[in-house]
């Protein structure tokens, strides 16, 4: 078996995918232009009416109205946390609880205003902080730096009050620290990331905020509280504990202003808002609808005009590629609205009652000023991010490319030396001299070397090599033909046949790409993609109906010898498919909603166990939840028990006998304390806090253990020497020997051996040792199972505890696939038993694709599930990495488990060979019955070729990255064309975004469950070598 050529070739198709990836989301994510220039109290300003009056000390620009200022904000203020409405008799938990501001506002007037604020999305923390910070917008693209901030280099507040020699103390949020690094005049950081933790941050800036405002040494001072927006993903807004952390903030804000002084300024400010399930990143009304209060003892409204920095001038200089007209006639707006705003304030000075025209004119005056600010905002957005369109052709090129070239290579793949050279070596060695010519030139031209562009035409070049050798090799007659037999040999029946074995599965496939185009069907597509998947298996029973393979043989010898066997056949077959539409329907339980679907209720499934009021349901969901986990324990090892696998004393069996609940009793604690985190209190709260961190790592602990295991030693075959004939004689029994059901199996295959031995020892005159192997016939699978197990414990670890009913409804769900594709091509009559159908691989992705939002998941980024980073940890990480691999696991678990199993759909059939042998059968001679026995090997018919058995696997392999990239070009074709689309940021990019990174989790997992396989194989050979020794 050439088991490196296999994974080097997918290796190689997997980064020409990635190549593809890279230059289009270099070109189509937006890069924003940053300004290097600085502003300073010298630079020339625009003359203001007090132009010939000296400015008072400390000034800059404008006259100093306060000497120091308090800036307060709450993480994910919602507008509606913090306006009071008295005529509400029962409000909810978020409503009414800010009641101190209102007082403020409504007794004193002329000192205190609350506003709406509008947050620029995307509405991650990260970016709000850039946004209030610089004043610019933040782009797309930088929702992927929440999980690293980067130090801000463009001028901004912090900035400008340091080089003016202000003192700023900051206190809350960490994210703070990496964005405005030795900035600070004093300090207080708090570990941000953690959401299930409400208290440590909030606490943190308690216990500092009063002795500081009260030591008087700053003049600026910034407290960020996250109590707020933690309890909103953990609790989502509409919990009693969002009523008991606003009621913190407000009392909080009652002693902030007793300890303030008559010359400080406070502002309390939401960075952005909070969806109704307590979630934010995007721009939907609650996400981006926040709240703005400001305050002094002094008055500050009602005293004299205010005046607006007239930026464009300046921007202007440094933005020369601005079209000239825009400028102008934002010039123009503006300049006409400040003069009509100074005319009315000359008319109505000395005035005690406000004409009713006057009115008017000032309402047409905030529109004109509301006009410049939005045209304002469309130039900025304009000049500051751009797409780079021949980036995005050339990534989209290069991945149809290679959706392309997989087609070709797992039609016409074979497993000779003269393929891997001409279709790997040679095109490999074609990317290999473009990288180092292109290397050469940047280091002679003294540009910096750009890595993606490197990649980008390495790629091109090996694709070329690819076709190039292909086409030069191979005439064109083979081409044409393949290994497929002569059409003119084939009937108009069988080439109709033929034609719709492909035509149904592609259709769907290419349905659901096409669909991409439409922003409806990506919102809807948690219900569209478990319908194909339906539409799917129905088409295949309805061909099988239209081949007559689902009728009994005509005739009454055929009838007799086959009616019975087959009629059960087919009605298993229908049986599995009324449990997958079963399994599908059930599914649409799981879902999470998006905003675009304001009818949509999200799944109570979830939520996690805590969040449950009610003390009797929550007992019973966390029984229901454990029952079900050993269950699915019990189903792997009575399945591994069946087929023999669990008979050996090697450590991995005994792992799978005894790790296997112990990691089940793990998750079942951890799940117990951390539903019952909230309800502890004293010494028991500390005592939990350690069990919510050391149950998670026992788990991963042993997951690792178990994986470690099977590399090492994936053999689960149990092997027993006997006294046979003469050579070596390996049967792959099934089944515990000691069962009554095994024996009558067992005992007539080794009463023939024996007849057989006995007639060999006669004619030689001597006997060897003879090696009976339980499991051998399912080894591979078995191996792939564990690690599959093992794998979904981590998962389901990952996720809230009532979603581990989605996961058992996933294994389930992809069993029944498995033996649908297996019993469909038995009745089929498949002659090609290395082959796997491209029905088989498409059903299979979209299985995937169905449990990726039957896992409570949406390609949205307020949908994302933060709290996986903070499993098994109780402080904030210490690194990026980590906290990035656990979300994304979380995120992308159906493609992980879909992608690892993606070889059970080659190994299956041979699995399930043994039991369908089973049937009753006409009465034959010994001798044949004998040899017929001996035909059912299972999958060490693998064995018997191990040629063929590569190539199938490297088949199997490009045919699931071909549906993968053709999904992915589909997502990536919808966002360029549609790049001006008005859902463009709110749909497409986000779901181009998820796809490239779930087609690379996908990928990647795809080479490890075929490395897994060959992982076996390997260890099958070391295994029949030292049992040839023996």
């Not at 086409?471 to 033909?481: F, I, Q, S, T, V």
């Not at 304390?673 to 939990?688: H, I, M, N, Y």
């Not at 019993?823 to 498949?830: I, K, N, V």
């Not at 043994?914 to 026995?933: N, T, W």
Request: hydrophobic fraction near 45%; include cysteine.
């Amino acid at each position: 078996m050439q088991r490196w050529p296999v994974l080097l070739f997918l290796a190689w198709v997997c980064f020409l995918f990635f190549a593809g990836i890279g230059l289009f989301m270099s070109g189509f994510l937006l890069t924003r232009i940053e300004l290097a220039s600085s502003s300073s109290c010298s630079d020339p300003f625009v003359p203001p009416s007090w132009e010939r009056q000296s400015l008072p000390p400390g000034s800059c620009w404008a006259p100093q109205r306060f000497s120091k200022a308090v800036l307060v904000i709450i993480d994910a203020l919602r507008f509606e946390f913090a306006h009071f409405n008295p005529a509400k008799a029962s409000p909810r938990p978020y409503e009414n609880k800010l009641s101190f501001l209102h007082h403020l506002v409504t007794s004193q007037p002329r000192h205190a205003r609350l506003y709406r604020f509008r947050a620029d999305p995307p509405t991650a923390t990260m970016q709000r902080i850039k946004g209030l910070t610089t004043g610019s917008l933040p782009t797309f693209i930088d929702v992927g730096s929440n999980f690293a901030t980067y130090a801000i280099q463009e001028d901004n507040l912090l900035a400008q009050l340091v080089q003016n020699g202000r003192r700023v103390i900051f206190m809350g949020d960490d994210t703070w620290e990496g964005l405005f690094p030795k900035k600070f005049f004093r300090s207080y950081f708090f570990p941000s990331f953690n959401v299930k933790d409400l208290h440590t941050v909030d606490d943190g800036i308690l216990q500092h905020l009063y002795p500081t405002v009260d030591s008087g040494e700053w003049d600026m001072l910034i407290a960020h509280f996250l109590g707020v927006d933690h309890c909103g993903h953990k609790h989502g807004p509409d919990h009693a504990e969002m009523a008991k952390k606003l009621t913190q903030m407000n009392e909080m804000l009652r002693s902030l202003v007793e300890h303030l002084g008559n010359d400080t300024l406070l502002l309390v400010a939401g960075d952005h808002g909070m969806t109704e399930t307590g979630d934010h990143g995007g721009d939907s009304e609650k996400e981006v609808n926040a709240a703005l209060f400001v305050y002094s003892k002094t008055p500050l409204f009602g005293t004299g005009p205010p005046e607006v920095d007239r930026f464009l001038h300046a921007y202007s200089l440094v933005a020369q590629d601005l079209p000239a007209e825009q400028l102008q006639r934002l010039q123009d707006l503006f300049s006409g609205a400040v003069e009509e705003h100074a005319q009315l304030l000359a008319q109505v000075q000395g005035l005690t009652l406000v004409p009713p025209e006057l009115e008017s004119r000032l309402g047409s005056l905030i529109g004109r000023f509301q006009l410049y600010l939005r045209e304002a905002r469309a130039v900025c957005t304009q000049s500051w991010a751009r797409f780079h369109p021949l980036r995005m052709v050339g990534g989209c090129t290069l991945i149809a490319a290679s959706c392309l070239l997989c087609y070709m290579a797992s039609e016409l793949a074979t497993a000779s030396d003269s393929f891997y050279r001409s279709c790997l070596l040679y095109p490999l060695l074609w990317g290999l001299v473009v990288a180092v010519l292109l290397g050469l030139a940047y280091a002679f031209t003294q540009n910096g070397l750009d890595l993606l562009l490197v990649s980008s035409w390495a790629a091109a070049a090996s694709q070329l090599g690819f076709f190039w050798y292909w086409w030069g090799r191979h005439p064109k007659r083979a081409r044409l033909a393949g290994s497929q037999p002569p059409l003119a040999n084939v009937s108009l029946r069988q080439r109709l046949q033929a034609w719709l074995g492909l035509a149904f599965p592609m259709g769907i496939l290419l349905f659901r790409c096409g669909a991409m185009f439409s922003d409806s069907f990506v919102v809807a597509e948690a219900r569209v993609a478990p319908f194909l998947l339906a539409s799917l298996v129905m088409l295949l029973i309805g061909k099988l109906h239209w081949d007559g393979r689902l009728t009994v043989p005509e005739g009454p010898k055929q009838q007799l010898l086959g009616f019975s066997s087959y009629r059960r056949e087919i009605w298993y077959l229908l049986c599995l498919v009324a449990m997958l539409l079963v399994c599908v329907r059930l599914s649409g339980f799981f879902h999470q909603c998006r905003e675009e679907i304001p009818q949509c209720r999200p799944s109570l499934f979830l939520s996690p166990l805590a969040s449950l009021r009610n003390t009797r349901a929550k007992n019973l969901f966390y029984l229901l939840c454990v029952a079900l986990l050993a269950g699915l324990v019990c189903a792997v090892r009575s399945w591994l028990r069946h087929y023999g696998n669990l008979n050996s004393s090697d450590p991995l069996v005994l792992f799978v006998r005894w790790g296997f609940p112990l990691v089940v009793l793990c998750i079942a604690c951890y799940w117990a304390v951390a539903s019952s985190a909230d309800d502890s209190l004293g010494k028991l709260q500390e005592l939990v806090q350690v069990a919510v961190v050391a149950f998670p790592w026992a788990v991963y602990g042993l997951a690792s253990v178990g994986l470690l295991l099977l590399l090492c030693n994936p053999m689960t075959v149990f092997a027993k020497d006997t006294r046979e004939s003469a050579g070596s004689i390996v049967t792959p029994y099934l089944g515990v020997p000691s069962s009554e059901v095994d024996f009558l199996h067992v005992i007539p295959q080794i009463y023939r051996r024996m007849q057989e031995s006995q007639k060999s020892c006669l004619e030689r005159g001597g006997c060897k040792a003879t090696v009976a192997a339980y499991g051998l016939g399912s080894v591979y699978s078995a191996a792939l199972v564990i690690a599959l197990t093992l794998l979904g414990f981590l998962l389901m670890l990952l996720h809230s505890e009532r979603l581990s009913l989605a996961f058992l409804l996933l294994f389930l769900e992809a069993f029944v696939l498995l033996h649908i594709h297996t019993r469909a091509r038995g009745l089929a009559g498949d002659a090609e038993p290395f082959s796997v159908p491209w029905y088989a691989v498409i059903s299979w992705l979209l299985a995937a694709s169905q449990f990726f939002y039957s896992t409570g998941h949406q390609p949205i980024f307020p949908a994302i599930h933060w709290n996986a980073a903070f499993v098994g940890f109780h402080l904030d990480h210490s690194t990026n990495l980590l906290p990035a691999v656990l979300v994304g696991a979380n995120t992308f678990a159906s493609h992980i488990l879909f992608a690892v199993s993606c070889p059970l759909l080659l190994l299956w059939p041979f699995v399930c060979e043994m039991p369908s042998s089973q049937r009753k059968k006409p009465k034959k001679e010994p001798r044949e019955e004998l040899q017929e026995v001996e035909e059912h090997m299972m999958e060490m018919r693998l064995r018997e070729s191990p040629e063929k058995f590569s190539t199938a696997l490297l088949q199997l392999g490009l045919k699931y990255l071909f549906v993968l990239g053709t999904q992915l070009l589909a997502c990536v074709c919808a966002a360029m064309i549609l790049r001006r689309h008005l859902m463009v940021w709110k749909v497409f990019a986000p779901k181009f975004l998820f796809e490239s990174l779930g087609f690379v989790v996908s990928s990647i997992c795809l080479l490890l469950g075929i490395s897994l396989v060959m992982r076996v194989d390997c260890a099958v050979s070391t295994w029949f070598s030292q049992l040839q020794l023996r």
